[in-house]
């Protein structure tokens, strides 16, 4: 549970004084960023990575709209759901749901920030990811 | 050092072939390209094969013959053609052995690919969200090209209507029919900007090539093709790919930039040299980027070519001439091969309805996947 909510793997999130962020890890020696946590460093390749809550703010580098409902291993509902990839400033660029759907309302270059959405009814309930919402300028 | 000859090729029609395994696929291509090489399984010294979805190449050997030769799986994601043309051209380059055969094969089941996340070292979380899916990545790396070189999307219909009329013009494409780029663009959208007639589909299929050393070349064929500079590539930190729950914000070139570099300089060829030129084109935006990717053009000067017919059959820089993977769907583990199939029928000059005007002299190939990997070709007659 992550902010009383079920997700779909608790090892994504971590808790920060401004509300749950993700949870990446950064190497100490060359300052590269991933996400989820590993501990090899994909730029300098040692394996000093230590974990870090990444940025729950960023804006959106690129988008799509998944247009039909993918097979297994998907285990979310039918509704269509948007795609992209945020850039968390100094960090990285993640890939994420979008909670907008319209592709008249998503541009590159748009402020974003976290939020956990339900993507699956299971019998005990929703079950949430990350997802990434427009912030209201 | 010896050159490297392709001296045979072979092929089974690429689309849905009901009834017959992918296996039966592999070896009725293989026995063809034995044919066209004038030689027997026999001969063969040694073999390398892989498909993702139709079993392990090294078993074709039950139906083929059992010779004792070594056969080596290959398994490279689309790669998996060009990393078995890349171990039998070290072979043979190396002296290790004169003559042997690749074999590339597939049948997919319908629809999207459905991969394992686990497979490629990623939670199971990436894929019950739903981010396990290529078409959805393809979506996203136009959508930020088209933004960065300002291009229009509206070229993106245009490149599949060619590939439907090259591929009407294949007798072993799967999609013989021709679309207008108005009926491609109107078509129900499957990741945004890109539509459902934009984008190649899981299929099936099988190709095989007889290699040999070059000075050997025409003891078999009067017509040899040479397989001139070969290259693999896997990603660098930064570039953008497939599968990808983050990248970097420094941005790499991708793996295509780098594999096609070394292809062209291992073969002393320049990219403006090159004559015809198959390049991955799962969904058109591939098309569009690969182009500049693999130096046959500048970044942002795709859409005046494409719009002016400088990639058809009869321009000046002809692209993906059998329709592509957009008009023969993409078995992966013969994909690959296909390509070089087609480019050794261009230089023989024996592409029929298909072939590029002009007795084309040097052909290019170029795939790329995942987990952001690219494997290209240059070859000459």
């Given amino acids: ?137 | 050092m010896t050159g490297v000859a392709i001296v045979g090729i072979g092929m089974h029609r690429f689309g849905r072939t009901e009834g017959v395994s992918g296996r039966a696929q592999a070896v009725h291509a293989a026995r063809a390209a034995l044919a066209d090489a004038g030689l027997r399984f026999s001969d063969m010294q040694f073999g390398f094969g892989g498909s993702h979805s139709a079993g392990d190449a090294d078993t074709l050997v039950s139906e083929l013959g059992l010779t004792g030769l070594p056969f080596i799986n290959v398994a490279n994601g689309c790669a998996t053609g060009g990393s078995a043309l890349i171990a039998a051209d070290a072979a043979i380059r190396s002296g290790q052995h004169d003559l042997g055969i690749v074999i590339g094969f597939d049948k997919h089941p319908r629809g999207a690919f459905n991969t394992d996340p686990g497979e490629h070292g990623i939670g199971a979380w990436y894929g019950e969200t739903g981010l396990m899916v290529t078409t959805q990545f393809f979506g996203m790396k136009i959508q930020r090209y088209l933004h960065d070189h300002d291009l229009k999307a509206g070229v993106l219909a245009t490149i599949a209507e060619k590939a439907f009329r090259n591929g009407a013009r294949n007798p072993m494409a799967w999609r013989r029919k021709e679309m207008t780029a108005d009926e491609i663009a109107a078509a129900p959208m499957i990741s945004h900007p890109l539509t459902q007639y934009m984008y190649c589909s899981p299929g099936e299929g099988a190709v095989a090539l007889v290699l040999c050393r070059a000075d050997r070349a025409r003891a078999y064929t009067d017509k040899p093709v040479f397989l001139q500079g070969v290259a693999f590539r896997s990603r660098r930190y930064g570039s953008f790919e497939v599968f990808s729950p983050w990248t970097a914000i420094d941005r790499a070139d991708p793996p295509t930039v780098e594999a096609s570099r070394a292809a062209f300089a291992a073969a002393g060829v320049a990219p403006s040299e090159v004559d015809v030129a198959q390049i991955q084109d799962t969904e058109t935006g591939a098309e569009l980027m690969h182009m500049a990717e693999t130096g046959l053009c500048a970044h942002g000067e795709q859409e005046e070519l494409i719009t002016t017919g400088a990639t058809a059959i009869e321009g000046w820089l002809p692209i993906n001439t059998d329709g592509g993977c957009i008009a023969n769907g993409e078995p992966i583990g013969a994909s690959g091969l296909r390509q070089v199939h087609e480019n050794v029928l261009q230089l023989r000059g024996a592409a029929g309805e298909h072939q590029v005007p002009g007795d084309p002299r040097v052909g290019f190939t170029h795939v790329y996947g995942a987990p952001g990997i690219s494997a290209c070709t240059v070859l000459t007659r």
């Fill in chain 1, 1 to 137: 549970m992550i902010d009383g909510k079920r997700t779909v793997d608790d090892t994504l999130f971590t808790d920060t004084p401004e509300g749950t962020a993700l949870r990446g890890s950064r190497c100490d020696d060359c300052g590269a960023h991933t996400f989820p946590t590993q501990g090899g460093c994909p730029r300098c390749t040692g394996s000093a990575m230590r974990e870090v809550p990444l940025a729950r703010t960023g804006t959106l580098w690129s988008w799509t709209v998944q247009g039909f409902r993918p097979k297994s291993p998907y285990t979310g509902t039918h509704e269509p759901y948007g795609v992209g990839y945020v850039e968390l400033t100094g960090q990285l660029i993640v890939e994420t749901r979008l909670v907008e759907t319209d592709p008249e309302k998503l541009t590159i270059g748009m402020p974003m920030e976290l939020a956990l959405v339900p993507f699956r009814d299971d019998p005990d309930g929703p079950v949430h990811t990350f997802g990434f919402v427009a912030v209201a300028s």
